[in-house]
């Protein structure tokens, strides 16, 4: 009596399968993108010396719950949030920007809803009381300043704790002393670290809706200098900023060398 093989090996479906296995990779990676994490780029210095140019991030979608903004091309289906929960004081956060939804913006949260927002030379007054703010050193790096000279570097401690490295670029810049903002209940009051070098809340921005939102900024996870593109593998052992590998952006900022 014979016993047939039951473990035969299936053979390839071909092109069909292989076609179905990319629609699948391409749903999931659609699924993670939408709901889960977002690669960024960092296209500009505002954030210095927090981000740096040619930093590539992924921003956590589910942070805030999701607007129709968190989907592809964000089609208008419907308003506010689902699932919502609120930025912290201190959140780098990725948004549309109000008068220009196409575009994102990546800036700190210093202001939340019903706060009253001042700069007074060059010092962030949150409901009138002065923030903490302590000089820590310089930094002679083109590459985190973009400067060709040492940069006054300040430490700001919010009220919630939350410590971070700010860049004073210049005395008496037209940043440092604002009118007072009032942030309407709903909207957020976002500056760049790079104080003297952003386009904020401040300025042209203006207050951000909270249905703008799109994530929290988490992790570096890559880095790479001098303009250079991801894909020029051959300027990766000059270019790639290996200690910015893996770095988390809400990290407690390390204290300066000088360099």
Do not use: C
Not at 28 to 47: C, H, K, N, V
Not at 138 to 162: A, H, K, M, S
Request: no cysteine; proline share 7%.
């Amino acid at each position: 009596m014979s016993v047939s093989d039951k473990s035969e090996v299936k053979k390839s479906g071909g092109l069909g399968e292989t076609l179905s296995v990319v629609v699948q990779a391409l749903i999931l990676a659609l699924i993670i993108r939408t709901f889960l994490f977002q690669p960024f780029s960092i296209p500009s210095g505002s954030m210095r010396p927090t981000l740096l140019e040619g930093d590539y991030l992924f921003v956590s979608k589910f942070a805030y719950g999701y607007s129709h903004f968190s989907l592809p091309f964000s089609p208008d289906l419907f308003s506010g949030r689902i699932w919502a929960s609120e930025p912290k004081r201190g959140d780098i956060v990725v948004f549309k920007l109000p008068s220009d939804t196409s575009v994102d913006y990546i800036k700190r949260v210093v202001g939340l809803p019903g706060d009253r927002i001042q700069m007074r030379q060059g010092v962030l007054y949150i409901n009138d009381v002065p923030v903490k703010r302590e000089k820590v050193g310089e930094i002679n790096n083109p590459d985190i300043t973009e400067q060709n000279r040492p940069v006054d570097v300040y430490r700001e401690t919010l009220p919630n704790g939350v410590s971070y490295d700010t860049l004073d670029l210049s005395p008496n810049s037209i940043g440092d002393d604002t009118r007072v903002f009032e942030v309407p209940a709903g909207h957020y009051f976002m500056m760049g670290d790079n104080r003297d070098n952003s386009l904020d809340s401040r300025f042209t921005v203006g207050y951000v809706p909270f249905e703008n939102l799109v994530g929290r900024a988490n992790i570096i996870f890559f880095s790479i200098a001098e303009g250079a593109s991801p894909l020029e593998l051959w300027r990766w052992p000059t270019d790639v900023r290996l200690n910015r590998l893996l770095m988390s952006v809400n990290a407690e900022p390390p204290l300066l060398s000088g360099n």
